[in-house]
């Protein structure tokens, strides 16, 4: 029956090659001189992520997303590829975003989300005996996200309780009433702590809880409500319970970030009367994966909740029950995801950022040494466990994008080579690992890229950029700004300065409440080391970041005189401005303390209030409707600098939340990016655009 299935999915997936073309965003064939990498390349790299492996082992489904510029939009399609080798074939059509791949159990279906035909995303089928792909699901709200049962006859689907306009036009759709007339939107009525999310927009009473999908019957049933929010189902062995993540332990959710794993039964028809509390540190607990023999529960757990963000996300167990809670990676200290039990129960495998890379680690239930079966100087992004202990992974490289690799427990193999005909094109740029020690001797470490054609000795024009979070790092994966920027000679510095995930919380926490010193200390750090190894320039810097790699670029050219050119994006400049603006107030409230009360803190850090300080010509850019770092950031430190007389311009981007997604924004971006250092930081007389 297995190899039946198999060769009806690889037979479904032969005519949906032949009746599809080539992604789109496929580059030409590589020339025989491999050229500079340009802005456009962005836009033929091919985002591979998503790896599930079949049931039997024998294929791996995955998504590929490809920007089209032409378009000016981005598709998401599924491909499988054979573990055993060969072409990827695709599973879904083009024209239309799929995503979300889910195998059931017992190998017949394929599922995935979809928003064909449909205007939400919805939950599709494809069968093993073949055929087109069918819509499973009706939800009026649209399913953010699904789980199948393991007796592969149910899902657990995740839904935001819809707006009653859309329960209404739900009721009417089979009436044979005309389409209503378009109305004008009702006022928004808030009264939430938490009331702005970005990409969402003003939040209501809405919450998102769990539903059980009948596959035979189609009947959806609610197992969980409230005024809360709950997330991250997983099924328990036996197909009778649901392990979730919600705040359910606290009478307003919104007034911290706790968050605990609960268990529900899967046929509680009382929407949620009856939760069982598995775990209670006051930390945010995510993440559930049940053991195969139903007694555990494996999950991230924030055991410093004071520390917030900055408190590293440790990976421990409990009985499923409830009981006492295990911390297994204490002496790790790193940050954690993903954790899922191997196929014997005996350990437990999940992601570990480290060093400025993630590695695939495991760990045994009962403690001791963490192991690491993929590892070195790469990220791993995601992966799928086999039933005969291989395991589907995407991985990243310094030198190339995230592919698919199969882990047989001796050998990485990489099965899909995706962007391998436009790497093959390409000359890229040398990069080093490098560590530094910082002003008050602390060290630091950090990406340095070096200028295609670089000759040692020679010092050549040098651009920092600070990354966003600040909790974060910049990992072994392949980096298209900091190429093009070496394909146009710079040397690019991409440190990972205090304040960064991957060396510890002492390390992360230095900054909590004291942006702007010690993570500026280790930023310039990286820059006097590239000084000392006569890489770069002194009379020829620059200095940019997003988010809050905006916000040190701000730090940085209100202390220093040293850059010639800043570009700052998305970045906040005036603290007490984004309180209530942002979608940040528990942050602020718990590492600042409230405006009134501590207002001196917040002036203190703010950037705005050294803005006298700035005289490098300073390009501002921002999305529109980001609420996350709102506009309002922009608009202030351009409004300063405008009236200062000071070299600025300020470019906002309509439509775009904190991440920009529409193509041709991104490619403005860019070019903006290369002019503005080219004429600030070079010396070119051709004036930015």
């Known amino acids: 029956m297995k190899i039946r299935r198999c060769i009806a999915f690889a037979c479904l997936a032969l005519v949906l090659r032949l009746s599809a073309p080539a992604q789109e965003s496929a580059p030409k064939p590589a020339s025989a001189t491999p050229r500079n990498i340009m802005i456009d390349d962005f836009f033929q790299i091919c985002d591979v992520s998503q790896p599930e492996m079949s049931p039997d082992g024998q294929w791996v489904v995955y998504s590929v997303r490809t920007r089209m510029l032409k378009d000016d939009k981005n598709e998401q399609r599924l491909w499988m590829v054979s573990t055993h080798g060969g072409d990827p074939i695709p599973m879904t059509v083009e024209g239309v975003s799929s995503s979300h791949p889910r195998w059931s159990p017992d190998g017949k279906y394929l599922a995935f989300l979809s928003s064909r035909n449909a205007g939400k995303s919805q939950v599709w089928l494809l069968n093993h005996l073949g055929g087109e792909a069918v819509r499973l699901t009706e939800a009026v709200q649209g399913v953010s996200d699904f789980e199948w049962s393991p007796d592969s006859t149910r899902l657990v689907l995740v ?40 990409t969402v927009g003003y939040l209501d009473r809405r919450r998102t809880h769990l539903y059980v999908f009948d596959v035979a019957s189609k009947k959806v049933t609610q197992i969980t409500s409230g005024d809360y929010d709950d997330n991250e189902p997983a099924w328990s062995p036996d197909s009778k319970s649901l392990a979730f993540t919600s705040n359910h332990s606290t009478p307003d959710p919104d007034r911290n970030f706790n968050s605990d794993i609960w268990v529900v039964a899967a046929d509680n028809t009382d929407k949620g009367a009856h939760l069982a509390q598995v775990t209670t540190n006051l930390g945010a607990d995510r993440s559930p994966a049940w053991s195969p023999d139903g007694k555990w529960i494996a999950f991230v757990s924030q055991t410093d909740f004071k520390a917030i963000d900055y408190a590293t996300h440790h990976l421990a167990i409990a009985p499923s029950t409830g009981g006492e809670e295990k911390v297994l990676t204490l002496a790790l200290d790193r940050n954690v995801r993903r954790p899922r039990f191997s196929v014997d129960g005996r350990s437990i495998y999940f992601i ?35 039933s005969e202990g291989t395991i589907a992974a995407q991985i990243g490289m310094l030198d190339r994008p995230d592919e698919i690799y199969l882990w047989n427990g001796n050998d ?12 093959a094109q390409l000359r890229l740029a040398q990069l080093d690992y490098v560590h530094f020690k910082s002003k008050d001797g602390t060290p630091a470490a950090g990406y340095l890229y070096k200028p295609v054609d670089y000759t040692p000795g020679q010092k050549v024009p040098t651009l920092l950029n600070p990354h966003g979070g600040p909790v974060g790092q910049y990992s072994a994966s392949f980096y298209h700004l900091a190429q093009l920027y070496a394909a146009n000679g710079y040397a690019v510095l991409l440190p990972n300065p205090r304040g960064s995930s991957g060396y510890g919380q002492k390390f992360c926490e230095a900054i909590f409440a004291d942006w702007g010193n010690k993570d500026y200390q280790d930023d310039m750090a ?23 790699g905006g916000i040190s670029t701000n730090f940085l050219i209100t202390q220093t005189t040293r850059f010639k050119a800043a570009i700052t994006g998305a970045s906040e400049v005036l603290y007490v401005a984004n309180y209530g603006h942002d979608h940040y107030q528990k942050l602020w409230e718990l590492e600042l303390g409230l405006p009134w009360e501590n207002r001196a803190l917040y002036e203190r850090m703010s950037p705005f209030n050294k803005v006298t300080n700035i005289t490098t010509p300073t390009l501002i850019m921002g999305g529109e409707i980001d609420w996350n770092v709102p506009i309002i950031n922009s608009e202030q430190l351009y409004q300063a600098l405008k009236r200062l007389g000071r070299t600025t311009e300020l470019v906002v981007y309509p439509g775009e939340y904190h991440g920009f997604t529409t193509p041709s924004h991104i490619k403005d971006r860019l070019e903006r990016y290369l002019a503005w250092y080219a004429h600030y930081v070079k010396g070119d007389r051709t004036p930015p655009r």
Do not use: H
Not at 540 to 545: A, D, M, P, Q
């Open 526 to 548: 990286m820059v006097d080391y590239a000084l000392e190894q006569g890489i770069a320039d002194p009379d020829k810097l620059g200095v940019g970041g997003w988010s809050y």
């Open 352 to 386: 570990a950022e480290d060093d400025g890379t993630q590695n695939l680690c495991r760990v045994a239930v009962a403690g001791g040494e963490i192991m690491r079966p993929i590892a070195g100087r790469l990220t791993v992004s995601s992966y799928s466990l086999g």
């Open 159 to 198: 839904l935001q309780d819809p707006k009653p306009e859309d329960a209404e036009a739900a009721k009417d759709k089979d009436k044979d009433k005309p389409a209503p007339k378009p109305k004008t939107p009702p006022p928004f009525v808030i009264d939430r702590l938490q009331f702005k999310e970005d």
């Open 412 to 423: 990485l193999t990489r099965l899909t080579k995706t962007n391998d005909a436009l790497i």
